[in-house]
């Protein structure tokens, strides 16, 4: 492939090759009919290509190896930047980098962002009181103790809540932020179990336990 092509991007530019069925396994977390097709892995309309090794300076030599997983956009996207999400979130799961544009990024650096609650409809104040208390200036906006949380419109339809689109009305993300990515997922978990919802990451990657949530460096 290219090398152009690897840093334009979007590409995920990791310190090991990745198993093939665990890379599926991490894609399917984003999008659950995702397939493989000769080598590479099919998700909505977005080609993530088979692990090539690449130079050291794809990375702009942070890592001392380099492999070098492509996504590429094949047909209209079923949620904005879905394909940088792709590659965002496959770097954040396998200790490696992001690369797009000819910028390299840490996806583990980002302070301030957390995990959203996906549901298929807008809950009310009242179903929210139990975990989440209403900030007084803004309708959309709530707290939990340190945590901040926010109502938004959910544009397009990630693949991850597919399940739940046969059924949603007002598809809405509960929003959260704060500096402890473990609280937030328990958070998350909690608020997802009460209201019908899903829990995905800032990648709109299903998360299915709060410590998902942490770098992997990081994890107890």
């Avoid at 493989?36 to 300076?57: K, L």
């Avoid at 019908?196 to 299903?206: A, I, Q």
């Amino acid at each position: 492939m290219a090398k152009r092509r690897l840093r334009t991007g979007p590409t995920a530019a990791l310190p090991a090759k990745p198993d093939a069925a665990e890379l599926l396994r991490i894609v399917r977390l984003a999008d659950p009919t995702a397939r493989t097709e000769g080598d590479d892995i099919v998700a909505s309309d977005v080609r993530v290509y088979a692990p090539v090794e690449a130079d050291a300076d794809l990375a702009g030599g942070e890592l001392e190896k380099v492999w070098a997983v492509r996504v590429a956009a094949e047909g209209p996207l079923p949620l904005d930047y879905f394909d940088r999400y792709l590659a965002e979130g496959l770097a954040f799961r396998l200790k490696g980098l992001a690369v797009c544009r000819g910028e390299v990024s840490d996806p583990a650096d980002a302070e301030g962002v957390g995990p959203a609650v996906i549901v298929p409809v807008r809950p009310t104040a009242e179903e929210l009181a139990p975990l989440l208390e209403p900030d007084e200036d803004d309708e959309f906006t709530f707290t939990a103790g340190d945590i901040r949380a926010a109502l938004v419109p959910q544009k397009g339809q990630p693949p991850a809540a597919q399940e739940l689109l046969p059924f949603a009305t007002e598809l809405t993300a509960i929003e959260l932020r704060g500096e402890e990515p473990v609280k937030l997922g328990a958070l998350a978990l909690e608020l997802s179990e009460a209201l019908n919802g899903l829990v995905v990451d800032r990648w709109r990657f299903r998360v299915e336990a709060a410590e998902e949530l942490a770098p992997p460096a990081e994890e107890s």
